[in-house]
């Protein structure tokens, strides 16, 4: 007979870093799906007017909108992802939100150094790494046991 | 009752088998025929090297001889003299034909040392190799020559000597057994850390006497650089970490530098680089206050290991083996009384290369270390291997059953002592609350308040005293209990590192991880170069993405893709962190103590509302 509550099982072994990182997650999702619903219209409305007569930079406007219309909400989706696998603990999910912060700060850095510092997105992407480190939250996914490491040239007894 | 054995029948009894690595060219012999090839010189502080004794006039007597010199110079023999063009030429030709004369057999190393460590080790390997264009060395030929004189040595008598000496203390008989190797090369012979000009090796055996005064060996333990005290130690009976042949305990000797292994394997070894190792201790100290202070999972591995140079210490066992019942067995020479070769001279025992890290300086002789101070071994053979803390088995009950009736005689004394003292601080209690009230009698009651104090802190130290008794005599008891009923400590239960050779898992790694293992750094500095000269413009990205390839590469290889990630993220996350602060320093400031003072402000409110 199956487990009547599967998720209670689930929500036992879950450490409270991993909701508040997935609850981030689907914060991020929810804000870049905004972001990219936005931009996507703004195309829209560019492309319905009548495209022959757009300059060359009205063009270059329009292709960047879409263009980041559909990034950000790929991104909204993959931060999805990330939440959902993070919520339910499977093992690719820790090193899918920790490559996809690898992304955000290596993007959030080049930004910084260009003068454009994006400072909240950094802060959040600083917070989950750490979170995504904490000693129960890799056991949780069974990254690494805790006390796992050993002295140099030999092994504790 | 067995009749007691002589000193020699005892190290007779126990010496020890060894087992060396097939390609192993120097084994342990005589110190004589090796002196009388030597020539005895002095290194001066100003640089200058004076000849004592000339090769061929040198004998152990004239060795045991006294000399003057000044502060700073060292003593030391000179085995190989330095070879010209033509006999180095001559010795690469011949090499062949020696190794075919000593029967020995090709060393192959199997995975590379490289293979088994990081990249940030192999960067500190890379320039380690360079360090020893700087530092002196045992020159390219002389392992080469060594093998010769050492060959020619063999041809004329076949000889394999150990020198013993045999300690007694508390009811222990340390058997002490030294092998002279005329060299060692593990540098060139084995990819190890050096090369240098004679090799002592050591190991002990330590037995008790039982009841019927037969001697029971209970101990071994063999001499190493990177373990100490307790952790040298393994027990008889360990049949585990430690293998015996009949009573005869094995040794796994490492290839080229000789060290002794209880168990047959690969041993990786690191060497620590002088001055770096404060360095190491500091980022490993900032590590662990990240980790503690943020609860983040504990790295693998300390900062130390990366500015470590490994090496691995091959003890295979698959070739010669010397001992009772083998194909070769010993001479012993028992050192009693001491001999003025082993107790007068205190110079080196091979080249003094001028190595500052003395890697490459030969040793001194079995009682000193290179600077004339003697060795542990030599005036604290228990104590070496932490055995000065330890009875031998059948003194073991009687010191504890020592222990308990002094233990609980103090116990009566105690109890007798805090009652009478008790009562007497009673009587001051009572004669203190009497004064009170009457002001010409304030001196006086000052005078008892404090011997009132100093009598209850004294009554408090013997009531803690008795306290901890009565838990110590619980001990006591248990453990008189366990060896009552037979049991014993577990063998390796005083161990805190174990030394472990390198697992089959280890050991199987790809071809193509050591390959790039072996050319991986070196490729990075060519491209380095490439850059420099072709595009400089591009120096610091073209470094950034052959650094960043290198290291994924290398991550593949080893399964450590997710590890790479993390890393590279914390990293970034790091730098991101720091920015950040710089920005914000005294907002950060200016929030923090806001924050910490509404949280005392809902602290206390907390608390008024009860």
């Known amino acids: 007979m199956p487990d009547p509550k599967p998720s209670a099982a689930l929500k036992l072994a879950r450490p409270s870093a991993v909701s508040v990182i997935a609850g981030l ?96 997105e950094m802060i959040i992407a600083i917070l989950i790494v750490v979170m995504l480190n904490q000693e129960d939250v890799q056991p949780a996914f069974r990254i690494q046991e805790p006390g796992d490491s050993l002295p140099p040239g030999g092994k504790h007894v | 009752m067995s009749s007691p054995m002589t000193d020699l029948e005892l190290v007779r009894r126990y010496e020890p088998i060894v087992r060396y690595t097939e390609g192993e060219q120097f084994f342990p012999c005589a110190v004589e025929r090796y002196v009388e090839q030597c020539s005895l010189w002095a290194h001066h502080p100003n640089g200058s090297e004076q000849l004592f004794v000339a090769e061929g006039k040198l004998n152990l007597e004239e060795l045991a001889k006294p000399r003057q010199a000044g502060f700073g110079a060292v003593f030391y023999l000179k085995f190989i003299e330095p070879l010209n063009l033509a006999q180095y030429a001559s010795f690469l030709l011949n090499r062949r034909g020696v190794k075919a004369l000593q029967q020995i057999k090709k060393f192959r190393a199997g995975l590379g040392r490289l293979a088994r460590v990081g990249y940030a080790a192999r960067m500190m390997d890379a320039l380690f190799s360079l360090t020893l264009l700087l530092r002196g060395r045992v020159p390219g030929a002389t392992a080469a020559a060594a093998a010769l004189t050492y060959h020619r040595t063999l041809k004329k008598g076949e000889r394999y000597v150990y020198y013993a000496r045999v300690f007694r203390e508390h009811g222990w008989i340390a058997l002490q057994y030294w092998f002279f190797y005329p060299f060692n090369n593990w540098r060139s012979g084995f990819n190890g850390v050096n090369d240098h000009e004679a090799d002592w090796e050591m190991v002990m055996v330590y037995l008790y006497e039982k009841p019927d005064g ?42 080229g530098s000789h060290a002794s292994y209880f168990r047959r394997g690969e041993y990786l070894t690191e060497i620590e680089i002088p001055y770096l190792d404060q360095f190491a201790r500091v980022l490993d100290r900032a590590r662990e206050l990240w980790g503690r202070f943020l609860r983040q999972t504990p790295s693998d591995a300390p900062t130390s290991n990366v500015i470590r140079i490994p090496f691995v210490d091959y003890a295979r066992g698959d070739g010669m083996s010397i001992g009772p019942g083998q194909s070769k067995t010993w001479t012993p020479v028992l050192l009693d009384p001491l001999p003025g070769w ?269």
């Open chain 2, 214 to 255: 037969a001697p029971a060996p209970r101990w071994v333990a063999y001499a190493s650089h990177d373990y100490q005290g307790d952790d040298l130690r393994r027990r008889w009976d360990d049949r585990a970490e430690f293998e015996t042949l009949d009573g005869h305990p094995l040794i796994y000797a490492a290839a």
């Open chain 2, 342 to 610: 082993a107790s007068q001279y205190r110079g080196l025992w091979g080249l003094y290369a001028r190595d500052p890290i003395s890697g490459e300086n030969a040793p001194a002789g079995p009682l000193y270390h290179r600077d004339g101070a003697m060795r542990s071994s030599a005036y604290n053979p228990f104590g070496w291997a932490g055995l000065d803390k330890i009875p031998p088995p059948p003194a073991e009950m009687q010191t504890l059953e020592a222990s308990r009736a002094a233990l609980r005689a103090r116990q009566t004394e105690l109890d007798a002592e805090i009652q009478t003292r008790g009562a007497a601080l009673l009587n001051m209690g009572v004669e203190l609350s009497a004064l009170k009230g009457n002001p010409h009698l304030t001196k006086l009651s000052q005078t008892l308040a404090a011997q009132t104090k100093t009598r209850a802190d004294e009554s408090k130290a013997l009531r803690r005293e008795r306290a901890e008794g009565r838990a110590r005599l619980d001990a006591l008891e248990t453990r008189i209990a366990r060896l009552n009923a037979g049991e014993d400590d577990s063998p390796r239960a005083h161990i805190h590192r174990l030394a472990q050779p390198a697992s089959a898992a280890e050991l199987s790694i790809g071809r193509w991880a050591e390959f790039w293992a072996a050319t991986s750094i070196g490729f990075l500095l060519v491209g380095f170069v490439l850059l420099l000269v072709s595009a400089r413009e591009q120096l610091l990205i073209g470094v950034i993405g052959m650094t960043t390839a290198l290291v994924f590469v290398e991550s593949v290889f080893r399964r450590q893709v997710a590890e790479l990630i993390n890393r590279i993220t914390m990293a970034l996350a790091i730098v991101a962190t720091l920015l950040i602060l710089y920005d914000f320093f005294w907002q950060i400031i200016v929030g923090a103590v806001l924050v910490a003072g509404l949280f005392l402000i809902s602290e206390n409110l907390r608390e008024l509302r009860g």
């Open chain 1, 25 to 120: 997650y689907v914060l991020q999702c929810l804000i870049l799906l905004a972001v990219g619903a936005f931009e996507i219209l703004n195309a829209g409305i560019l492309w319905s007017e009548n495209p022959r007569a757009f300059s060359a930079s009205e063009k270059m406007q329009a292709y960047e909108n879409t263009a980041l219309g559909i990034a950000f909400a790929g991104l909204g989706l993959l931060s999805l992802v990330a939440a959902l696998g993070l919520f339910t603990l499977r093992r690719w999910a820790w090193l899918f939100a920790l490559t996809l912060e690898g992304f955000t700060l290596t993007v959030g850095l080049v930004d910084y150094f260009g003068g454009a510092p994006a400072y909240i």
